[in-house]
T-cell receptor, first 115, second 118 residues
Framework: DTGVSQDPRHKITKRGQNVTFRCDPI?????LYWYRQTLGQGPEFLTY????????KSRLLSDRFSAERPKGSFSTLEIQRTEQGDSAMYLC?????????????FGSGTQLSVL | AQKITQTQPGMFVQEKEAVTLDCTYD???????LFWYKQPSSGEMIFLIY??????QNATEGRYSLNFQKARKSANLVISASQLGDSAMYFC???????????????FGKGITLSVRP
């Protein structure tokens, strides 16, 4: 068990560019979540997958954002035409659906800076 | 209204002493779960403890316990025998409704910074 892995750890980009982040969950976990965290705030839910199905998307996830989990394993989060307001830590988490006490295991996040 | 409220300013505690971190929540759903996570400077969120709305006993996990007062809608985290490694941000979070479909997401508070003094 190597934990949840996110790549890259840091990303600096210019406004208007596209960026893509990758998350590799814990291998037997069927659920995968994306959260966004800005400075001084708690994580905010963006979207989640059960296996390869995307079951919920937050209204925070504008049409510039897209997430995929093509084979129910790793996931990618793409942001098109980045804006300065997209600068944040993007956290991925995975879990095994065990009922109401489902625990999320988080990665160390990808810190995005949009210049 | 905020679903999770953490209003304490930065907290300080002497090593080996106990500390309580406050959390109040707001929900009209009778079925919910409350969680505490720790976020050290490395950025990774670490699960600490869980309390279900129907649980009769307060949850405990090693040095962590949750003081669950349902009528007051509070779920305070108690850390006993603080250690230097406990210095971190602490987040309270809630999951509402039974664990099906759209009810799986966690809503987090803004967090509390805890500093443990040697």
């Amino acid at each position: 068990d190597t934990g949840v892995s996110q790549d890259p750890r840091h990303k600096i980009t210019k406004r208007g560019q596209n960026v893509t982040f990758r998350c590799d969950p814990i291998s037997e976990h069927n659920r995968l979540y994306w959260y966004r965290q800005t400075l001084g705030q708690g994580p905010e839910f963006l979207t989640y997958f059960q296996n390869e199905a995307q079951l919920e998307k937050s209204r925070l996830l504008s049409d510039r954002f897209s997430a995929e989990r093509p084979k129910g394993s790793f996931s990618t989060l793409e942001i098109q035409r980045t804006e300065q307001g997209d600068s944040a830590m993007y956290l991925c988490a995975s879990s095994l659906n065990t009922g109401s006490n489902e625990k999320l295991f988080f990665g160390s996040g990808t810190q995005l800076s949009v210049l | 209204a905020q679903k999770i409220t953490q209003t304490q300013p930065g907290m300080f505690v002497q090593e080996k002493e106990a500390v309580t971190l406050d959390c109040t929540y707001d929900t009209s759903d009778p079925s919910y779960g409350l969680f505490w996570y720790k976020q050290p400077s490395s950025g990774e969120m670490i699960f600490l403890i869980y309390q279900g709305s129907y649980d009769q006993q307060n949850a405990t996990e090693g040095r962590y316990s949750l003081n669950f007062q349902k009528a007051r809608k509070s779920a305070n985290l108690v850390i006993s025998a603080s250690q230097l490694g406990d210095s971190a941000m602490y987040f309270c979070a809630m999951r509402e409704g039974p664990l099906t479909g759209a009810n799986s997401k966690l809503t987090f508070g803004k967090g509390i910074t805890l500093s443990v003094r040697p």
